[in-house]
Nanobody, 119 residues
Framework: QVQLVESGGGLVQAGGSLRLSCVAS????????MGWFRQAPGKERDIVAA????????YVADSVKGRFTISRDYAKNTAYLQMNSLKPEDTAVYYC????????????WGQGTQVTVSS
C-alpha cells in the first residue's frame, strides 16, 4: 500500500521560510516522479514543482521559481519543498503526489498540509 505523508506546513509571516517533507512508503520509487501541488480556496490545484526520483530532473513553476526548491533524499524516500521569501499568495494546502515517469496521471496523493502566510 503506497502512502505519501506530508509534514512541515504552518503559519509564517511574509518573507519567511518553511520546508515541507513528503515521506513515501509502500513501494520502490525509482522510475517515479514526485511532485508538489497546491490548492488555494476557490482555486484549482496547480503543480508547484516536480523531481524525477532517479536522476533528479527538476521542474519548478514560474510562479515560485527562485523562491522554492525541490529536492529528494533517496535513502530516506523523502521529497522536500524548501519555500523561501513566502508571500500571502502562497497560502494554500500543499499536496505531495507521485506518478510514473512518462505517464501523465498523478495517482498517488498525500493528505495535504496547510501553509498560511500572513502579511
Amino acid at each position: 500500500q503506497v502512502q505519501l505523508v506530508e509534514s512541515g506546513g504552518g503559519l509564517v509571516q511574509a518573507g519567511g521560510s518553511l520546508r515541507l517533507s513528503c515521506v513515501a512508503s509502500g513501494r520502490a520509487f525509482s522510475g517515479y516522479v514526485m511532485g508538489w501541488f497546491r490548492q488555494a480556496p476557490g482555486k484549482e490545484r496547480d503543480i508547484v514543482a516536480a523531481i524525477r526520483w532517479t536522476d533528479e530532473n527538476i521542474y519548478v513553476a514560474d510562479s515560485v521559481k527562485g523562491r522554492f526548491t525541490i529536492s529528494r533524499d533517496y535513502a530516506k524516500n523523502t521529497a522536500y519543498l524548501q519555500m523561501n521569501s513566502l508571500k500571502p499568495e502562497d497560502t494554500a494546502v500543499y499536496y505531495c503526489a507521485a506518478r510514473l515517469s512518462g505517464v501523465q496521471s498523478w495517482y498517488y496523493w498525500g493528505q495535504g498540509t496547510q501553509v498560511t502566510v500572513s502579511s
